[in-house]
């Protein structure tokens, strides 16, 4: 088993937003795996969602570290279960106070050839949204906030 | 025991823990419901060793329980 496959609890929390430039990096850094084929990536934004009339101008997040690491090691495991080929899954959230339009969620798969890149990819992201303790406060102007809620 | 709190119900509380008894998951919820105003009308897990927990299930004390809002990941 590579040193990629092992099921180590990984911090997947950045302090703030996922700078663009992180992303790139993140592909380059599988320049030497030659048995890759596929990356497929997920990014998530915050939007400018409309409450009560006044626009999100950004989401506070926080977490039940713990729990929300746990689970994320679980999801992990069962991914790699579910697409044995997938050579190596990253996963990135933000903390703190992310701005509208800036990111806040990463997930990037890379296997030898699309179909488990992709499957997989979406697969995660889903879990990562139903099961992970994760906490947004949504910013309104005069500092007003709304909570977020996953449907 | 002490529960941690997350969210909108650490913001309704006005903290991020509260020390509560029950010996049951069944019993807390009741306990919390008398110490959190409107928690009765929100959606929430409870999470016993960071595991959720849908059924009533005895309490020792010695667990690590937290009351979690809706998730709102990604």
Redesign the interface.
Known sequence: MSATKQHKVRDIFVEGPIDPDFVGESIAKHATRHDIGAHEIFL?QVRGDEVDGKPVQA?A????R???L??MTAIREEAFARWPSMTCLHVH?SLGTIKTGEL??MVLASAPHRQAAREAVAWV?DR??????????ELLPDSTHA????R | MKV?L???IAEKAGASEIDVQGSSTGELRQALTGRIVGLDRM?YAI?VD??IVHEDIPLTGSE?I?V???????
């Open positions: 998530g989401i997040y926080t977490a039940y713990d729990m929300a746990e689970r959230h806040c969620f992201v990562v949204k139903s099961d992970l303790p994760i906490f947004g406060k909570w977020k809620v996953n | 941690l997350f969210g909108l959606m999470a960071r595991r690590e937290a979690l809002p809706p998730f709102a990941g990604g």
